[in-house]
């Protein structure tokens, strides 16, 4: 077994998911000789029971593409609910990682985090602790979190489409007065003056959650997700049924 030659105790073992190369290259040479890493790949539903069983990692390092990220975060929450999870964010938005830590994720790392401060933060969640960068500290102080059920979620994701309340009442098999009042109560609910800023919502938490799309008000597959807003109130202006 691998030592750490300034500590003298055995080199804990990290498993890395990516599907980067270069990018896991460069992360074992800034995690050596204090700890090991293993590259595991990215497509890892059907093979990882059998890797956890054989190389029995002390930790999971997730760097996926935004648009996997929190599947995949799902994913190993549920096959390995005890192990610890450090999720690596490719973008400089913090909803992502507000999102990563509500998963329950006990580290953090952005693209522009040092190798020192990569090598702190695997120490930290080894010995139990949970490390965040400053940046994404600040976001955890200075936002809300807001839950949305399966038909709010719905009426966020086809608003970022530039969908009218006819074409979303025709998605959603509903009326458009109904479209109307649900829009009422998510506009209250998330503090929102109009459509512009409700798709600005669901533009930034794009990639923090996943949503499928609509295919019929019988068949509506999306699930229920939770936004970050600013803890603010919104200014109230504008017709929040602009567009019919």
């Known amino acids: 077994m691998p030592i750490n030659k300034q500590t003298k105790e055995p080199m804990a073992k990290i498993g890395l998911y990516s ?6 290259a460069g992360l074992r040479q ?36 935004p648009e996997r990220s929190s599947e995949m975060i799902r994913f190993l929450r549920s096959a390995e609910p005890d192990l610890p999870l450090i999720v690596w964010e490719r973008v400089s938005s913090s909803e992502p990682a507000l999102s990563a830590l509500r998963s329950g994720v006990q580290g ?19 010995h139990g602790g949970i490390w965040v960068p400053p940046s994404i500290a600040q976001a955890v102080v200075s936002s809300r979190s807001c839950h949305l059920t399966k038909r709010e979620s719905q009426l966020v994701s086809l608003v970022t489409q530039g969908l009218s309340n006819k074409e979303i009442a025709g998605k959603l098999g509903i009326s458009v007065g109904t479209v109307k009042v649900y829009f009422s109560r998510l506009f209250d609910k998330l503090e929102v003056s109009d459509r512009y800023e ?34 603010t109130l919104a200014d109230r202006h504008g017709d929040k049924y602009s567009r019919q």
């Open 19 to 24: 599907d980067r190369e270069v990018f896991g």
């Open 30 to 65: 800034a995690v050596l000789p204090m700890h090991e890493l293993v590259s595991l790949g990215l497509d890892f539903h059907t093979e990882s029971g059998n890797l956890f069983a054989t190389l029995a990692p002390a930790l999971l390092i997730l760097d996926a593409p």
């Open 198 to 231: 409700l798709a600005v919502i669901g533009m930034r938490q794009a990639g923090t959650v996943h949503v499928d799309a609509v295919r019929s008000s019988q068949g509506a597959n999306t699930i229920s997700q939770t936004v970050f807003l600013p803890r």
């Open 108 to 126: 953090v790392i952005l693209d522009c985090t040092t190798a020192a401060e990569v090598v702190a933060c695997i120490d930290t969640v080894l």
